[in-house]
């Protein structure tokens, strides 16, 4: 009894559903969303002992300058208001600008209700799922263009 598992764009999430018999043409829509989703090709764990750690070149950003970048940051954020909102959403701005570190979408859009004042609880409780899954800092290629996060997995098995 096979497992497929499908692709939600707009979740940027890869689901498993159980059938109970071959089905090549049965695609179901998203647990979350309810689109319909793309059938994915399956893959498989391949074990390589020559890296074993992430190297310094494999990370999306510059260590030293966001490491510049916290320091200066650090004082600052001593003296936030805790209950401010637009200044929490402030420090964030100026992370992403001295690092060069891009925000994701949901992040972006956390950030603009929390410059308009919204409570901060509030938007992580209607876009929790939105931000537990995006990456919240997307890489960028060399030619500067933002990176799409890898595809978060639900590990739920859903019924086809």
């Known amino acids: 009894m096979p497992i497929y598992e499908f692709f ?3 979740c940027n999430t890869v689901f498993n559903f159980f059938s109970k018999s071959i089905n090549t043409k049965k695609r179901p829509l998203c647990p979350r969303c309810s689109r319909k989703l793309k059938r994915q090709v399956s893959l498989f764990a391949c074990v390589d002992k020559s890296r074993k750690e992430q190297s310094a070149e494999d990370l999306p950003f510059d260590e030293s300058r966001l490491e510049g970048a916290m320091s200066r940051l650090a004082s600052e954020a001593e003296h936030i208001k805790e209950d401010d909102p637009r200044a929490a959403a402030d420090l964030m701005r100026k992370f992403s600008d001295m690092t060069g570190v891009k925000l994701g979408n949901g992040m972006q859009e956390a950030l603009r209700r929390m410059e308009s004042g919204e409570d901060p609880e509030k ?3 209607e876009m929790g799922h939105i931000l ?11 030619k500067g263009k933002t990176r799409r996060s890898k595809p978060c997995r639900d590990e739920t098995l859903y019924d086809l």
């Open 8 to 10: 939600c764009d707009p």
């Open 123 to 125: 938007i992580e409780a």
């Open 132 to 142: 537990e899954s995006e990456d919240p800092f997307l890489p960028q290629d060399a």
